[in-house]
C-alpha cells in the first residue's frame, strides 16, 4: 500500500516537482489525477483538499493533505539529503523556492500553460508579451548563479534545483529560447544524470 497519495494535473511542472522528489528519493505513492482544464480542481469535493482549488496536493501517510509544491517538497525532504542541515543553506532552499514561486512560475509556467497546454497562443498574445521580459529576467538571474555554482545552494542538489528546473527545463514549451543558457543548459544536464531522475512525461 502506497503511504503517499498525490492528486495532481500530470504535465504541470508544480505536480513534476513532487513526482521527481519521490522517484529520487525512492518513496512509493498513488497518483490521483485531477483535469484542471476541465474545473476538477474546483468541485466542492476537491475544495474540502485544497481551499485554494489548485494541485498539487500530497496526502500525507498520516492523511493530512499539504498543497503548495514548495511545501511538498519540504515534506518530503526531510531528513534526507535533498534538503540540507545546516541554517543559512535551509534558508537559500527557501530564498531560491520563493524566488520560483514570485520571479519565476508566474511568467514562465503560465505562458507554457496557455501555449502548450490550452492550444491558446493567439487568444493570450497580449499577456504573453507581458509575460517575455519577466521570464526571461528570471532566467536570467539563474545563469549568473550557475556561472559560478554547480546547484543553486550548497554547491550540491537540493528541493531548490528540483523546484526551479521543474519549469525551466521546458521553458522552451512556453516560447522562451534557452539557446544561449549555457550555465542552465549544463545544470540541465546534471540533474538529469541523478540516478532515479525521471522525465516530466512520466
Ligand atoms: N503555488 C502553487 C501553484 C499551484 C497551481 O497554480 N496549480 C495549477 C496547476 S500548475 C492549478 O491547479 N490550476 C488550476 C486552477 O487554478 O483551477 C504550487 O506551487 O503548488
Keep these: 500500500m502506497s503511504t503517499y497519495k498525490l492528486y495532481e494535473f500530470a ?80 534558508a537559500q532552499v527557501l530564498q531560491w523556492m520563493c524566488f520560483e514561486q514570485y520571479s519565476h512560475e508566474p511568467f514562465i509556467a503560465t505562458s507554457r500553460y496557455w501555449i502548450a497546454i490550452l492550444n491558446a497562443e493567439d487568444e493570450y498574445k497580449t499577456q504573453l508579451e507581458e509575460k517575455r521580459p519577466k521570464g526571461y529576467a528570471a532566467l536570467d538571474v539563474m545563469e549568473r548563479h550557475l556561472k559560478d555554482h554547480e546547484f543553486f545552494v550548497g554547491d550540491r542538489f537540493t528541493i531548490a534545483d528540483i523546484a526551479l528546473y521543474a519549469y525551466t527545463h521546458v521553458a522552451h514549451e512556453g516560447g522562451f529560447d534557452l539557446a544561449s543558457y549555457s550555465a542552465i543548459d549544463a545544470w540541465f544536464k546534471r540533474i538529469e544524470a541523478l540516478p532515479n531522475y525521471v522525465t516530466i512525461e512520466q
Aim: charged letters at 25%.
Design 11 to 90: 504535465t504541470s511542472g508544480n505536480c513534476y516537482k513532487i513526482r521527481l522528489a519521490m522517484s529520487l528519493l525512492g518513496f512509493d505513492y498513488e497518483r490521483i489525477a485531477v483535469d484542471i482544464t476541465k474545473g476538477e480542481s474546483r468541485t466542492e469535493a476537491f475544495l474540502k483538499i485544497n481551499a485554494n482549488g489548485r494541485v498539487p496536493v500530497l496526502q500525507t501517510g498520516d492523511g493530512h493533505c499539504l498543497p503548495e509544491s514548495n511545501a511538498a517538497l519540504w515534506y518530503l525532504a526531510y531528513d534526507s539529503d535533498l534538503l540540507p542541515e545546516e541554517r543559512l543553506h535551509q
